[in-house]
């Protein structure tokens, strides 16, 4: 990632900080509730169970309701893995090491048929809950200026994402980015037009 963004910007280091939190945070997780230890032993197909056992985990999981503490984590680790398995792959192909590519390349085939089952839909349940209980309070000019500097930070980190590796997902994320932006801009339009006629009263 260093040698990808060293000179794309200024801000790189705390996104690969950020990044590597990520991963660490799951590999330890699955260091104390499942067998694996290595970043490597994720990859073995066989292996993809305690995968989820520590994406869960990491996210807190509960079964009883199929929802997250931390939704956004359990979507974070969906990329994270097809992006180590990628690397894991090309590292092993490097290294005359073909079975650990076979399973690296196996690893993403179940990834992406299983994963939704396993993690996405929990996920994509918490999120909808969350949105029906947030309670709808009209933001101050002050915080939605706040809001709109951070997605615009995350609007050059998606496209710096998008330009590294273009995906179906790095695209998907920075449309989502650009949208939330316009409708910020809006937002801040309406509030201002509606200050002004309230001053004219």
């Known amino acids: 990632m260093f040698n990808k963004l060293k000179n794309k910007g200024n801000n790189n280091d ?3 900080r950020q990044k590597m939190r990520e991963v660490g945070r799951m590999v330890l997780v699955a260091q ?3 067998p694996l230890k290595k970043v490597e032993e994720f990859f073995i197909p066989k292996n993809f169970p305690h995968v989820i056992s520590a994406v869960k985990k990491a996210a807190g999981y509960d079964p009883k309701t199929n929802t997250y503490q931390n939704s956004v984590f359990s979507t974070q680790a969906w990329t994270q ?7 894991v792959e090309s590292d092993a192909m490097m290294f005359g090491d073909h ?4 399973y690296a390349k196996r690893y993403r085939a179940i990834h992406d048929s ?3 089952e396993f993690i996405s839909s929990g996920a994509l349940n918490t999120l909808k809950e969350a949105r029906w209980n947030m309670p709808q309070v009209l933001p101050f000019t002050q915080d939605v200026k706040l809001l709109n500097f951070y997605m615009e930070n995350e609007q050059h980190i998606s496209e710096r ?5 273009p995906t179906p997902e790095t695209d998907a994320a920075l449309a989502k980015d650009s949208i939330i932006i316009i409708i910020i801009v809006f937002s801040l339009s309406a509030e201002t037009h ?8």
């Open 194 to 201: 509606t200050h002004t006629l309230c001053q004219c009263v």
């Open 32 to 34: 104390t509730v499942t």
């Open 99 to 102: 079975i650990t590519a076979e």
């Open 81 to 87: 893995s097809k992006k180590i398995s990628s690397i």
């Open 14 to 16: 705390d996104y690969i």
């Open 161 to 165: 994402m998008l330009r590294i590796s």
């Open 114 to 116: 299983r994963w939704e």
